[in-house]
């Protein structure tokens, strides 16, 4: 087996799950400035979710999955309302902000160990054998292909829906001054609550996938959060184009390096990188 | 004053920094439909002033009054399009990363969210906001980012998506500041068509030829508190107000 093509396709693939926690997370970020600790684990959730409705009751797989993404959405707006936007409202610094994510990270990662146990849950059926492809002497999994068009059919209409709509055009006005937004008529609160709502069941499409890819954790949230914030960050805070890009350039200088390094160092590659950009381009590869 | 009737009464607004009173007891009665300057020397409090009057900042105590009815003792920013009421700032303030033509299409959004999000702009509104780059002359450069547009251009976009809002009170904190004699023409003409209109204009600023070309009637103001009122001549021949700009 030739192991560039299958280095690729791993990249590719690793790349399309942080994907969605990327640009979901710029999405969110753009319209609220602050580091939103608890995404990560809006995810895991919504593969919970999914797990739930998929593997405890027998449902259907693609409506368990869209239970998933609609209990994740939902949920990072409850956040928002009750404990976001009354602290914006007290103008609340971002740093402030993030310590509260972290509250709810951690109340959220507890809950989900509460019902669902500390143990890995797949999602994917062993009773059913997933198909192999082999392409250029790499193999992937039928799955994998699913997960890998989900992500761009996310960062397409995502980037598209921001363009074009006038809620993508309010969102951006919010990003750039939040109070001059408001001034001009925009209603700011019920704004960010959708992005909250639809970068959540964004990052649930992660979650899921991860679920059926390698299984899920309760406690694997954060570290699927600092990837996305990674990637975020090289592709360009704020920009979901850049976050999508990122999420690529990340994981594939992590899979490459295993030419020069023990693949046990991947992870710290993945944050050198990282720590390289915030030195030398602090704004990412797509500047805003 | 020509009309009896207020479009704004501010009555005994106090708003102070810590110790510091930036508007202190200030009463005043602004007339529906004229233009009406607030002038006074820097740090009297015309900036907190029009920042009271938009919620950008709270008032401590005292009320304003909208059209001789509505009772405010809180003014909410996000509320302000609701009350008619839109601004400039003295400082330019616009969305930088946004094309000159996308921060005025974006005043014209759906007030409803849900419908904001799936709607995109009608043919209607583009042809809305090009006559509105055309009548501040922008129009060739709706395409550029904000960030990259010159100071006085900045100022012309930021009174645009103002005219766009189409509010009954518009206030203009310092709009001809740092602008060539061309833009300065353009803003004093958009002034004049608001009163034309019909429309409240309140207006700072410190060019005294423009007081007496645009106003009505004038305030002046010193240290938080009302100094002299009146028709624009009288008012700025006043010895106290002279002493205020040019010291004792």
């Not at chain 1, 093509?5 to 969110?28: D, E, K, R, T, Y």
């Not at chain 2, 900045?154 to 833009?183: C, N, Q, S, V, W």
């Amino acid at each position: 087996m030739n192991i560039v093509p299958q280095l690729i396709l791993n990249s590719i693939i690793a790349g399309s799950i942080i994907a969605f926690l990327a640009v979901s997370f710029n999405l969110i970020y753009g319209a609220t400035r602050f580091f939103n600790m608890a995404h990560g684990t809006i995810a895991i959730f919504g593969g919970y979710i999914a797990f739930f409705f998929f593997k405890t009751l027998g449902w259907n797989m693609y409506l368990s999955a869209i239970l998933g993404i609609l209990a994740a959405g939902l949920l990072g707006y409850i956040f928002d309302r009750i404990i976001y936007l009354p602290l914006r409202k007290r103008k609340a610094s971002g740093m402030i902000m993030l310590v509260a994510s972290i509250g709810v990270f951690t109340a959220l990662q507890s809950l989900i160990q509460i019902f669902f146990t500390s143990e890995f849950q797949t999602l994917s059926d062993i009773s059913v054998h997933d198909r192999l492809y082999t392409i250029f002497g790499a193999t992937i999994t039928q799955t994998q292909i699913y997960i890998l068009i989900m992500a761009f059919i996310v960062a397409i209409c995502l980037i598209i829906f921001l363009k074009y709509t006038i809620f993508g055009k309010a969102v951006k006005a919010i990003s750039d001054d939040e109070e001059v937004a408001k001034i001009v008529g925009i209603n700011t609160n019920k704004i960010i609550g959708l992005s909250f709502f639809i970068g959540s069941g964004i990052a649930a499409i992660g979650g899921i996938a991860v679920g059926f890819d390698t299984g899920l954790n309760p406690t694997m949230g954060m570290k699927l959060l600092l990837h996305g914030i990674s990637a975020a960050i090289i592709g360009g805070v704020g920009s979901v184009y850049g976050a999508f890009i990122g999420a690529f350039v990340l994981t594939f200088v992590a899979n490459f390096s295993i030419f020069w390094i023990s693949g046990e160092w991947q992870e710290a590659v993945a944050f050198v990188l990282l720590i390289i950009f915030l030195i030398f381009r602090p704004r990412g590869i797509i500047k805003r | 004053m020509k009309n009896d009737k207020n479009i704004i009464e501010v009555k005994n607004l106090v708003k102070h920094f810590g110790g510091v009173y930036a508007v202190n007891d200030l009463s005043l009665k602004i007339p529906r439909g004229e233009v009406v300057s607030i002038i006074g020397p820097n740090g009297s409090g015309k900036s907190t002033l029009v920042n009271l009057l938009s919620g950008m900042v709270e008032i401590n105590s005292g009320v304003v009054i909208l059209n001789d009815a509505e009772k405010l003792k809180k003014i909410k920013s996000y509320e302000i399009q609701d009350l008619s009421i839109t601004r400039t700032f003295q400082e330019v303030r616009l969305f930088e990363q946004m094309t000159v033509i996308d921060n005025l299409l974006v005043v014209l959004t759906n007030r409803s969210v849900f419908g904001s999000f799936f709607e995109v702009h009608k043919k209607y509104h583009l042809e809305e906001v090009e006559r509105m780059l055309q009548r501040v002359g922008l129009e060739a450069k709706k395409n550029q980012l904000a960030k990259n547009l010159s100071y006085g251009q900045r100022k012309l976009l930021e009174i645009a998506r103002a005219l766009l809002m189409k509010t009954e009170i518009y206030l203009f904190d310092e709009p001809f500041a740092g602008l060539f004699h061309a833009m300065i023409k353009t803003v004093s003409g958009i002034i004049k068509d608001l009163r034309k209109e019909g429309k409240t204009v309140i207006l700072i600023e410190h060019n005294m030829d423009l007081i007496r070309e645009l106003s009505d009637y004038v305030f002046v103001m010193d240290e938080g508190s009302l100094l002299a009122e009146g028709e624009p001549d009288s008012v700025l021949k006043k010895k106290s107000v002279i002493e205020a700009y040019l010291g004792k």
